[in-house]
């Protein structure tokens, strides 16, 4: 069963920083063009980044750029996405996909706010 | 770069066919067969239900289909069913190496 599972978000100030990790199961990890897109409350969605399958190219929406940093480890099936000075605006759901299939995860909370 | 332009809402009766489109530029949706559909239920994780304009990913259902002409691609859901019933949103690769997303379709079935 292919499965995605976000975790590391939570509440922090603005300036702060969080690791969201993604645990992927079920599938060749190492083959898929991983990304992570956002919803804030309310909104629609907006791409955050991506990384192909073995790490080598990385992209990032202009709003992060700079900020944010996707990572990865095929051995362990997981991405990362390193966020720093944090903004109110980047408080959203934060899910990871791989851009071939349709089983995502459930999402992972980021709330910046003093 | 300016986000891809759905219209709002579209509706239809059980059994029918209906069409989402999503209209980008000569900078990306024209220009790269790289434009992916999400379904997403209210208060549920979006679900990619097509990518690189036509390719359907394992377990989603022949219903949806895609497609593209110029700088508008096209999301088809046939025989409509209740549980079609979501928000649809298309996003797509860009000349600036990012992706751009649309501003999100509800479609309800009647």
């Known amino acids: 069963e292919v499965q995605l599972l976000e975790s590391g978000g939570g509440l922090v100030q603005p300036g702060g920083s969080l690791r969201l990790s993604c645990a992927a199961s079920g599938f060749t990890f190492s083959s898929c063009t991983m990304r992570w897109i956002r919803q804030a409350p309310g909104k629609g969605l907006e791409w955050v980044s991506a990384?192909?399958?073995?790490?080598?190219?990385?992209y990032y929406a202009d709003s992060v750029k700079g900020r944010f940093t996707i990572s990865r480890d095929n051995s362990k099936n997981t991405v990362y996405l390193e966020m720093n000075s944090l903004r109110a605006d980047d408080t959203a759901v934060y899910y990871c996909l791989c851009t071939t299939m349709t089983t995502g995860g459930q999402g992972t909370q980021v709330t910046v706010s003093s | 770069q300016s986000a891809l332009t759905q219209p709002a809402s579209v509706s239809g009766s059980p059994g029918q066919s209906i069409t989402i489109s999503c209209t980008g530029t000569s900078s990306d949706v024209g220009r790269y067969d790289y434009v992916s559909w999400y379904q997403q239920h209210p208060g549920k994780a979006p679900k990619i239900m097509i990518y690189?304009?036509?390719n359907r990913p394992s377990g989603v259902s022949s219903r949806f289909s895609g497609s593209k002409s110029g700088n508008t691609a096209s999301l088809t859901i046939s025989g409509l069913q209740t549980e079609d019933e979501a928000d649809y949103y298309c996003?797509?690769?860009?000349?600036?190496?990012?992706?751009?997303f649309g501003g999100g379709t509800k479609l309800t079935v009647l």
């Open positions: 690189d304009v036509n």
């Open positions: 996003d797509s690769y860009t000349s600036s190496n990012t992706r751009v």
């Open positions: 990384i192909r399958g073995s790490g080598e190219s990385t």
